[in-house]
């Protein structure tokens, strides 16, 4: 679907590709995060501009690599550059040690350096001047994500009127929350500079009206039936909720191929039991990864049938590695894991496989497709990929997701999942062990269920609705096919007549 007359013009903290010194030569590395993949898709249908950090090079030096790069894409690239201080109290300062832990309620671990403010300023204003560089009045600028959340407000300093999105991937935090934030007020008039505020869940939304109502009495907020309007400074915001999901077609279609099957059907035999519970995350402390081991423990000691029956599968990809905090985490969650395999390794059986490393696409797929469980416990989550990626490979339709109910993606995937409280380590326990004894047609009616949405309300529907209540003159758009998902009449799953019993046997 063509929606824009203009260009779309993509602004995020980092580029889908990276430059660095391999060798003493700058070299193109591929992309790796979520995001590119995710806006991957929106791309078939516009051409336009991706500005962001290219790597730590030199400016000069990136122009030929990422015109090399822009071949063959719908797209070119314009980098930001940003010197190793800027990188430092911005990006890992800023961003990830104040707004990171603060959005995920964790105001504890939040390191409020006023230098760090200082730097998130001025690098917000190179991204909007950069951008302002770039564009023209039928453009649309798309920004994305925590780290630009001042650029609204500086976009419309240097006078650009084309307009602007913007969509923040994480939660936005309640107002006894976000008021903890010392430059609570900057960021909220940052935000409002945009023309469209998109968040993943209507939690998010409503907190961030909540927070405007609080900290910003002159700004006005009318409710119209999918959105809000809110008027600050004469301008005019719509705020909606639009989750983001993923290429459906794409990932089952890549989990049916004979090569993810073979390696998957490998897996299990190597396995060889019953049971394979999966968690795949990046090593962060918003994922619960403690939690889940020490829940993981809990159904050891409780159910000792299951011993010798299932296995957790752990993958956890490094990241954020010269954080503090990261380095802890990933101490803390090494010693957990090998604590639980020590007390409970037995000949033929390890408890937790444990894989700190990225794994490629095609083995990610083979976990996927080989567990029968997905063990998704965030302690606080925007959305959660992982979640609708595992649904969309159980290709067998027999699968089990056990998830959060504070990460976004339970706002849709609810009816078919079992939701759980991350803190309540014995429910998680529980959780599983029901997982485990669910009869087969059960398993069946939920995870049929759960791909019916993740296939409904994919990352290009996600796109669609953005671009469209971006552009809707009037303000009116038709509600965002993940937030309808989300607001599905109704109770829990149907089908649970069959709460697992202590004597069930284990299939
Ligand atoms: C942020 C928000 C929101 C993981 N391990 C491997 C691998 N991955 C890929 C997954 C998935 C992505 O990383 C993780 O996405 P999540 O959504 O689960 O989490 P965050 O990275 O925290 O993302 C989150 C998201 O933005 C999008 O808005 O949902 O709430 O925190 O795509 O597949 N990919 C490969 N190998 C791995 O080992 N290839």
């Known amino acids: 679907m063509k929606l824009l007359e203009g260009r779309l013009i993509n602004v995020s903290n ?56 822009a071949r063959g894409r719908p797209y070119g690239f314009r980098a930001v550059p940003l010197s190793s201080q800027e990188i430092s109290k911005f990006y890992a300062g800023f961003a990830n040690e104040i707004i990171w832990p603060l959005f995920h309620d964790m105001p504890s671990r939040c390191n409020f350096d006023p230098e760090y403010w200082e730097v998130y300023q001025r690098v917000n204003r190179k991204f909007a001047q950069a951008t302002a560089d770039s564009v023209n009045g039928k453009d649309f600028i798309w920004a994305h994500d925590y780290h630009l959340m001042l650029m609204g407000h500086y976009l419309r300093e240097t006078g650009c009127t084309t307009r602007a999105g913007f969509f923040l991937h994480i939660p936005f935090p309640a107002p006894d929350m976000f008021e903890k934030l010392p430059w609570r007020k900057n960021i909220l008039r940052g935000l409002l500079g945009y023309h469209l505020l998109g968040f993943q869940t209507d939690r998010d939304r409503f907190n961030f009206l909540s927070c405007v109502e609080r900290i910003l009495p002159a700004a006005s907020s009318e409710r119209e039936q999918s959105h809000n309007i809110v008027a600050y400074e004469n301008h005019r915001t719509t705020v909606a909720t639009f989750p983001i999901s993923i290429a459906f077609d794409e990932f089952a279609g890549h989990a049916a191929s004979h090569d993810v099957e073979a390696a998957a059907n490998q897996l299990r035999r190597e396995l060889s039991n019953n049971f ?14 403690p939690e889940r081991l020490k829940a993981f423990r809990i159904l050891l000691h409780r159910y000792p049938e299951l011993r010798h029956r299932v296995t957790f599968v752990l993958v956890v990809v490094p990241s954020r590695e010269d954080i503090k905090e990261y380095k802890a985490l990933r101490r803390e969650v090494e010693l957990l894991v090998s604590q639980i395999n ?3 390794t037995d000949a033929g059986w390890v408890p937790i496989h444990y894989i700190h490393r990225n794994l490629s696409r095609k083995q ?31 290709i067998d339709e027999q699968g089990v997701v056990i998830i959060s109910e504070f990460a976004g993606a339970a706002a849709e995937l609810r009816h078919g999942a079992l939701v759980v409280n991350p803190n309540d380590l014995a429910g998680v326990a529980e959780a599983i062990h029901r997982a485990c004894v669910m009869p087969v047609e059960e398993k069946r009616a939920r995870m049929k269920l759960l791909r019916d949405v993740v296939r409904t309300y994919n990352v290009q529907g996600w796109a669609e609705s953005f671009l469209e209540a971006a552009l809707s003159p009037d303000g009116h758009f038709r509600r965002s ?3 309808a998902a989300a607001s599905i009449e109704g109770s829990d799953f149907p089908l649970v007549a069959s709460s697992a019993t202590e004597d069930q046997r284990i299939a």
């Not at 590119?36 to 290219?54: N, P, V």
């Open 14 to 69: 980092r580029l889908p590709v990276e430059i660095k010194n391999r060798g003493g030569k700058p070299r193109l590395t591929a992309s790796a995060g979520g995001l590119a993949s995710a806006l991957d898709s929106i791309w078939r249908h516009h051409h336009g501009l991706w500005i962001g950090w290219a790597g730590p090079v030199e400016a000069e030096a990136a122009i030929p690599l990422l015109q090399k790069a």
């Open 276 to 289: 394979m519970v999966l968690g795949v995350d990046r090593m962060d402390y918003t994922k619960g990864i």
């Open 342 to 344: 020590g007390e409970f």
């Open 364 to 394: 990610l797929l083979s976990y996927y497709r080989a567990a029968d469980i997905g063990l998704i416990t965030s302690l606080k989550d925007g959305m959660n990929l992982v979640a609708k990626e595992f649904c969309a490979a159980q």
């Open 481 to 483: 096919s993940g937030a």
